[in-house]
């Protein structure tokens, strides 16, 4: 039962975490342009990557980052899930930005132009300390 509950929860959890995200790159870029900002696309194994979910759970789920994000960025959810079929949209992206590992947020112009990234989490550094990295790439 335990184990159910927990798989569940993964499941869920990046879907309530991500509220305002979008899974859909091309309305993603649609909606930055229109609204002139950036891109954040955010790279993710919600269901097997510790790291991930502690991203989530320390920045991502605070309303400070929300807030922030909402503010200055469209975001786009790309979820790698070991329990569930990757789009292949998440898989191309993957492939065309380089990521190298989980997570991994990276800044885009609606042309697509990278403009940096923050790789990796480190637990306790909370959201001021992502919100400050984001903050430096222009």
Not at 41 to 59: A, I, N
Not at 86 to 93: E, P, S
Not at 104 to 129: C, F, H, M, N, Q
Request: hydrophobic share 40%; proline share 5%.
């Amino acid at each position: 039962m335990k184990i159910l509950l927990a798989l569940l929860l993964a499941l869920v959890l990046p879907a309530i975490v991500h509220a305002d995200w979008s899974t859909d790159y091309k309305a993603a870029v649609a909606q930055a342009k229109a609204q002139n900002k950036l891109v954040l696309l955010h790279f993710t194994g919600s269901d097997w990557c510790p790291s991930c979910q502690l991203l989530d759970k320390e920045v991502i789920s605070q309303k400070s980052f929300q807030e922030f994000v909402n503010k200055n960025y469209v975001g786009v959810l790309l979820d790698f899930p070991q329990e569930t079929a990757v789009k292949q949209q998440n898989t191309d992206l993957y492939n065309q930005y380089n990521v190298s590992g989980f997570p991994t947020l990276i800044v885009t112009t609606p042309d697509g132009k990278e403009l940096g990234r923050v790789e990796g989490y480190y637990p306790g550094i909370g959201p001021d300390a992502v919100i400050s990295k984001l903050k430096s790439i222009k």
